[in-house]
């Protein structure tokens, strides 16, 4: 039985990745659409799917417990701005060509979790932990220093969900039951937006073809169920191992940047990206050899 729910997990840790991974391709066939727009439909028809899935699946007491709680209420206001601002940037950065960017951001993530470990939930660096932040560190500044640029885009992704992550941790409520709420959060600005947009594309559901009303729809489900794989591997599988799968999406993402999009991949994201990947190297061995110690 054991082994049965930890190849579950794995099952659900790797849908989750891919279908992240993979999500640009859903965008980028509604690119026609405004990224706002496509936010608003996203947070629209999650918490539709959502409100679903609490009516047959249970757990709305969970929700109405958390409605009842100001504190929680007032971090998960926090953490739905977050996560719309992470929605809208990966979306504009998509379509806008600039998914290397959007990977990035999503390869440093897992670092800088580390780093708002150590300031804020007073986890402590091991030595290897320490190196891989420096490389990091050393990559981005290296960009800023001899290019005179900076991966804003990717920052910001790395940020804003980091953050989120962090929030989400601190608040500690279930992913179905902190998704509900965030949704719902959003769902009058976002219902604001879709009827208050004259003139824009998808911005009145009545006036669009059934084809983009469907794609537009699907954006509820693009958003969901990675959410809920992931949260049923989380409970299946050690973190540890969890944490190993966090490298698929922006892998995926990488690979079509270049092969699919064709977008540049110049000697100034070379160098940064090769940073983060040295650091990232590091990460990983070290999450290897205190695995073993706790084997052990």
Not at 191 to 205: K, N, P, R, T, Y
Request: hydrophobic share 60%; net charge positive.
């Amino acid at each position: 039985m054991a082994d049965s729910e930890y190849r579950k997990g794995i099952i659900l840790a790797l849908s989750a990745y891919i279908i992240w991974g993979f999500a640009p391709l859903y965008f980028k066939l509604i690119s026609a659409v405004a990224p706002l727009q496509i936010l608003v439909h996203r947070i629209v028809w999650s918490f539709v799917l959502m409100g679903v899935l609490i009516v047959v699946m249970g757990g709305y007491g969970r929700v109405r417990q958390v409605l009842k709680n100001p504190k929680q209420l007032m971090v998960l206001t926090t953490t739905s701005l977050l996560v719309a601002a992470n929605w809208l940037l990966f979306i504009w950065a998509v379509n806008n060509d600039h998914l290397l960017d959007a990977s990035l951001g999503y390869f440093i993530n897992p670092l800088l979790n580390v780093v708002l470990g150590l300031l804020f939930l007073s986890e402590r660096l091991t030595k290897f932990q320490w190196v891989a932040v420096a490389l990091a560190t050393t990559g981005v500044a290296i960009q800023l220093i001899s290019f005179g640029s900076i991966p804003v885009v990717s920052l910001a992704l790395a940020g804003t969900f980091g953050v989120y992550a962090l929030l989400r941790k601190k608040v500690n409520i279930d992913a179905m039951t902190g998704l509900v709420v965030e949704t719902a959060i959003l769902l009058p600005p976002a219902l604001l937006v879709m009827w208050f947009a004259d003139g824009e594309q998808a911005s009145h559901i009545l006036t669009n073809g059934w084809q983009l009303n469907l794609l537009l729809m699907a954006a509820g489900v693009i958003t969901t169920i990675p959410l809920l794989c992931f949260a049923g591997a989380a409970v299946r599988i050690p973190l540890s191992t969890l944490g190993f799968f966090q490298y698929v999406g922006p892998s995926i993402m990488f690979i079509m940047a270049v092969a699919v999009f064709h977008e540049p991949f110049d000697m100034e994201k070379s160098v940064t990206f090769g940073f983060i990947w040295s650091a990232l190297l590091v990460f990983t061995f070290d999450m290897l050899r205190r695995r073993r110690r706790t084997i052990a």
